[in-house]
């Protein structure tokens, strides 16, 4: 009998973030057996070789059988067809966990392929990566110190959160909960409104007939504002979709105060300026204490 | 008789940008001596003490005596009054250069003080800095492999523009020339805006309910997006103020696209979405490599 966390975990997307935590839980001895599912059989392969997993598998319905724990670490637009996988194996001792950036669409997924809402559940997200993707690029502590956000739904057992939040735990992680509705609007604010900026800004530029120029006057202040406008256009097509209320929403808020600023530099509102160029730099100096 | 550059310099503004390009030129034995001027005799002190400048001044139309070289590392919204002081004293052999982020206001500025375009009159733009401010930040090699954006006027003397060039080659920067008009546009599009989005953003959520959640969930892709927050404010207010025409445009565009993609994102527009995200990170991808 075993003494881990987790008996058999199922990680289908063996990626950085889902590499990382098999990784993670391996190294405290939180696990005992880990399959990797996926498409891609040669990258299931180098996972394996790499000993980040046990077993691979391609069909996801084999790959969650007899497992305790079942994280889908895909991308937001395959959640719904990898819940449909498992919907037909699904056993009550199966906790089923996720890594998605936007809480809301991964739960109506799994509603519509469960026709109901599982009560071993548990909506995740951790606030971690690096500019990397990949399983090469997966290492153990990615998650030391970092923050976890649960989302458990009023149907969610509260055995099936414990064993979510001692997962994570057992990987260094600080694990917080808050509601779904709250999740997305504060992951709207802090990481997609922000996205969506760098990459309209930097097209914006592209697009003008200076570009040349733009780019070679460029200094370094312009090359941190838009490294995120180098990230996966997939996945944040996928975040787009999948967290579109709260992201129109966020955008038209960011729109309108940036219009105030504009009328402000217009009419040579000096004060106006001041005092929001201040309350800023103080907010972010704040933010970098911490 | 002097074998260098530049005889007598004068720096008025002693911070960062004007104290680097004083020990560079030092260190390249292309000056003979350095006046430095500005209103805080303890700064200017500090200055002297660190060998910056040979000679100290607070009365600008003193400072600026004998001296072939003049060089305004002010604020753009002090130019004019230094200007002023400079006008009655200036003569023939006398030329003078500045450092401001914006040059079609410093050119007004001057046109106001002089009540003409003096010949010996060259803009330039040093497109260079750090984080930090003020004297004891600066070092000799701040403008190596730098980019220094000089707008010769129509009525500038070729010899001016030329020793100009050759003080900041001196430093060990490119000097490229454009006109007024364009240089206000580019770093309109590619400085000013990223700033202004920048301090929005910050202020945007530090005015929302959930402040305290945002900035706890935020992670280091928001930690670089909004570096340029920090930025000094009363530097950011000048800014604005002087190169307005051209950064009310470009908010205006930036504001027109931003506004598209959020239809796009309403309106479940994949193909815009996917092509606008790939379009960005191909162009900052691009500009990474250079």
Known sequence: MSQHLINRLCIIG????GGSLARALKKAGAVSEVVGAGRDVAHLEKAKELGVIDHLETDISQAVK????VVLAVPLGAMQSVFERIAPVMTDDMIITDVGSAKGSVVKAAQLAFNTTPETLVPG?????????????????????RRIILTPLETSSSDAVSKVRSMWQACGAEVVETSIEHHDEVLAATSHLPHMLAYSLVDTLAKMDEKKEIFDFAAGGFRDFTRIASSDPDMWHD???????????????????LQLLSNAIENNDSEYLKETFERAKKARDEFCDM
Do not use: R, W
Not at 240 to 256: E, G
């Open 14 to 17: 063996v990626g950085l973030i």
């Open 66 to 69: 007899g497992c305790d724990m």
């Open 125 to 145: 997200h951790p606030i971690a990566g690096t500019e990397k993707s990949g399983v090469e690029a997966s290492f153990a502590e990615l998650y030391q110190n």
């Open 239 to 257: 975040i787009c979709i999948s967290n579109k209320d709260a992201l129109v929403k966020m955008i038209k808020k960011f729109s309108d105060d």
